[in-house]
């Protein structure tokens, strides 16, 4: 039996299933495709991504058009912050 089903092994999805296993539930995670999270590796031809490993000003200046909007996010939740947080997913399987 499970507390959560996550429909959708994307960025979102991940996430979700990460916090609520990370919380002491169980969960299920399901994705259509053969490998979870694939396009966030490829993302804007890693303008995007920001699962590459740079200092926040990096990835506002590489974004498209006025990435200014990322100020905060990329601030609170770094790149790095982003990597260790699906890594520690990878654990929770």
Do not use: W
């Not at 966030?40 to 990096?58: A, F, L, Q, S």
């Not at 520690?88 to 399987?93: D, K, M, S, V």
Request: with cysteine; aromatic share 6%; net charge positive.
């Amino acid at each position: 039996m499970f507390d959560a089903v996550v429909v959708g092994g994307g960025a979102a999805g991940m996430m979700a299933a990460i916090t609520a296993a990370e919380r002491g539930k169980h969960v299920l995670l399901l994705e259509k495709n053969a490998q979870l999270g694939r396009k966030i590796r490829i993302t804007g031809k890693g303008r995007c991504n920001v699962t590459n490993n740079c200092e926040p000003r990096t990835v506002i200046e590489s974004t498209p058009g006025n990435g200014r909007f990322l100020y905060g996010a990329v601030n609170h939740f770094t790149p790095q912050d982003t990597m260790d947080f699906f890594l520690r997913g990878l654990a929770c399987r």
